[in-house]
């Protein structure tokens, strides 16, 4: 879902540092192309840099993520205080996000900080993958690849949403769901499940 960034000890730092460029380069162009191939309403990379808040929000939320894996806080948490300013979409540095995930509109998308989502998931605004509670450790939920959550849906607590799973607008879903299968309502409950797999 999300590549390992430990390179063998053997590698020199100048070898460690290029690839650490070329794997962001691509994961950028990644984040880029999916807003093209996603969003028909798109009409050039233009428009796509200046004009769409979910580009900007990954963007920055990779420099602080960067970051925070370097062991600096303060500062990452800035660059996150400064993208929910400018896009509206809050993403905590320490969360892990793979590539090719598109927020669509994505005012008021909240991911927090224990929260993985996997490549080429699909958020609408308003979507929120929180905790429940105070505890520590792992209390947000964890997206499989290729997962649409619908616009205001909530997914809270520790818990897992299987691959090419679909959340229906404004569910609220507090366990498990397995791969391929569709969940709507408040609590999400599984309506449809799914024989094929559908990997964008």
Known sequence: MIANDKLPSNVYPF??????IKKGWKTLAEDY???????????????????????????????AHLLHKAGVFFLPRFISHLARFLTGIEIHPAA???????????MGVVIGETAVVGDYCLLYQGVTLGGTGKERGKRHPTLGR????GAGAKILGNINIGSNARVGAVSVVL?????????????GRIVAQRDRVEIN
């Open 175 to 187: 366990r498990d769901i397995p791969s391929n299968s569709t969940v709507v309502g408040i609590p």
């Open 33 to 63: 192309a999916i807003v093209m191939k996603r969003d028909p309403a798109a009409k050039n990379w233009l428009e796509v840099f200046f004009l769409y808040p979910c580009p900007l929000a990954i963007i920055l939320y990779r420099i």
């Open 146 to 149: 290729n997962v649409t959550v």
């Open 96 to 106: 892990r996000i793979g590539k090719g995930v598109f927020i669509d509109h994505g």
């Open 15 to 20: 070898q460690k540092s290029w690839n650490i």
